[in-house]
């Protein structure tokens, strides 16, 4: 049942990785100029993408656990009472949000990146990606509707059409194929912008078919019902903070990183100068020496996104296996079967510790070789290999970490995920990386470590609580 439920959405996030992936790969096939620049332009932009849209599409989660509960309950009309004002919700925050985004893209932009050459390509791409918040967040409330009633190949089929499109432009617009202009890391953003409003149409057509119009009963303005809209909101909250905690922490995660470059550079300049250590801004002139600084290509940076992308891999279907997970975890619970909803998680975390370990040894033997695949700079490939191995060898704990979070999401346990979050962040991620890798000089291995100390120690954390099964208690 894992399996067979899983398969689908773990199908659509590696497909949603695969652009990702795709991007960053376009991306570092331009010139010099523009690759390395533009693959630190996309990590910092991925980040803020999901800081501002992850907090908007939280109501999913709260869609997908009471979809679940009230179909494993035997309520069909209830579930689609759920959808009918998770969408309401979705059109309201997805705007808000939407217009949010574009107003503060500039500004959000500046205050993580110093670089004006990672600035000039990152603005305007993270600008197309905000101004598509409303379809992910309208996406993912119907995506979580389907998941809670168990149809999670629906999103598979959309997922599919919706990235090959996007492929197909981002390359068309990226490098100005047939006649089309050559936008370079803008193109690939406004592909990803067009590719998302068609998803949201297609998932939305879905809903229309007429099982779903009369089993389910959604498009029905009696429907409306606030108390459904708080109840949604009131399990989702939890999720949304931790998503701004989260990609919050990544944010001061990879602007440590971006210091890093700035000292490395600031460090081989002195070297020019061995007698003036510490006063080179004075020696070649303070507007040389930061001129130098903000056009210097953002190695580190690059490196990190590449790791990043690695990473995600494991991650994107691990997350999807959760999703699976919470759904029959939520199901079972509704169903009065707690024993069965437990037996689900183990059986996921088995899977997903299998797949994130293969994976894992293959990046842990053969770094320069899965690098490659995005990147061909020596330069980056060589700052990036050793914080790889190091996040390989512990890349089985995200077996744990992510399908335990999810399967917790689904029983209606999300503040204590939003406090582990929290606390993993304020003290352990955010400034165990600036100790590490900015105080004791570490650099990017230092960086590294205290990412792979976060994700042991939110392994721990979700299989404690898990372990311990209060959450067969929670009511939804």
């Known amino acids: 049942m894992v399996i067979r439920l899983a398969l689908p959405v773990m199908g ?95 500004r959000l932009f500046r205050l993580v990146s110093f670089n004006e050459h990672v600035l000039e390509q990152g603005i305007p791409y993270v600008t197309a990606r905000l101004a598509g918040i409303l379809a992910m967040v309208g996406t993912l409330v119907t995506k979580a509707f389907f998941d809670g009633l168990g149809k999670t190949h629906y999103h598979l089929l959309v997922a599919i059409i919706m990235n090959l499109f996007n492929a197909v432009l981002a390359l068309l617009l990226v490098f100005g194929f047939l006649g089309f202009p050559t936008m370079y890391v803008l193109g690939a953003g406004i592909a990803a912008l067009v590719a998302s409003y068609l998803g949201l149409f297609l998932i939305l057509a879905i809903t229309l078919f007429r099982r779903y119009r009369t089993d389910f009963k959604v498009f029905r303005l009696k429907n409306f019902d606030m108390g459904v809209q708080a109840s949604i909101l009131r399990l989702s909250l939890p999720s949304g903070v931790a998503t701004v905690v989260v990609m919050t922490g990544f944010l001061l995660f990879f602007k440590w990183v971006g210091m890093i470059d700035q000292k490395v550079t600031g460090e081989g300049l002195s070297s020019f100068v061995p007698y003036m250590h510490g006063l080179l801004p004075f020696a070649v002139s303070q507007e040389t020496f930061y001129n130098f600084l903000a056009t210097r290509p953002p190695v580190f940076e690059a490196a990190t996104k590449v790791i990043i992308d690695l990473l995600s891999i494991s991650f994107m279907p691990c997350l999807g296996l959760g999703v699976a997970t919470a759904t029959l975890v939520s199901q079972s619970l509704g169903a009065k079967k707690p024993k069965e909803a437990e037996k689900f998680g183990w059986t996921a975390v088995k899977l997903a510790v299998m797949f994130t370990g293969v994976l894992g040894v293959f990046k842990l033997m053969l770094p320069d070789l899965a690098m490659s695949v995005f990147t061909h700079d020596a330069e980056v490939i060589e700052c990036g290999r050793t914080p790889l191995r190091l996040m390989a060898s512990g890349e089985w704990l995200m077996g744990f970490a992510l399908v335990l979070a999810q399967a917790l999401f689904g029983a209606g346990a999300t503040r204590y995920v939003m406090k582990v979050e929290l606390v993993m962040h304020s003290f352990c991620l955010v400034p165990l990386s600036y100790v590490l890798g900015i105080a004791l000089d570490l650099k990017l291995l230092g960086i590294w470590a205290s990412a792979l100390l976060y994700l042991l120690g939110l392994a721990f954390a979700m299989t404690g609580k898990f372990a311990r099964g209060q959450w067969k208690k929670i009511v939804i």
């Open 12 to 106: 659509s996030m590696l497909v949603q990785t695969f652009l990702n992936l795709f991007d960053t790969a376009i991306i570092g096939l331009l010139p010099e100029e523009y690759s390395i620049s533009g693959q630190a332009a996309l990590g910092y932009s991925v980040i803020l993408h999901w800081l501002i849209g992850g907090f908007a599409s939280c109501i999913s989660v709260g869609t997908q656990a009471m979809t679940a509960r009230r179909f494993g309950e035997g309520d069909k009309e209830a579930a689609g009472k759920v959808l009918f004002n998770a969408l309401f919700l979705a059109l309201v925050i997805g705007t808000s949000f939407s217009l949010i985004g574009i107003l503060s893209a500039k």
